[in-house]
């Protein structure tokens, strides 16, 4: 699942950029992003998918949103410090 929310997340970001440069296909691009917040939105803000793109596979370069880098790695401290 580590895979999951950095590639929705770089597909979102693609996709406005399409939309911004496109003369063409406006609709399609829309009903592509609401499709995906529709689908993928609550598994977007799921701190335990964040945590597992946040690791060493993906490391933080897929998003610039701080606050949902700060919940996935607030979710890998706190799991840490439960561990024995």
Known sequence: MGW???TIT???VK???LRLSSKFCQPLMNALQEGIQKWFG???ADPELIAAAVLPKFRT???SNEDMLKLGL???KAH???EP
């Open 4 to 6: 999951l929310v950095p």
């Open 10 to 12: 770089l597909l979102t």
């Open 15 to 17: 996709l406005d950029h």
């Open 42 to 44: 609550p598994m977007l």
């Open 61 to 63: 370069s897929w998003t």
């Open 74 to 76: 607030d979710y890998i």
């Open 80 to 82: 840490l410090d439960h």
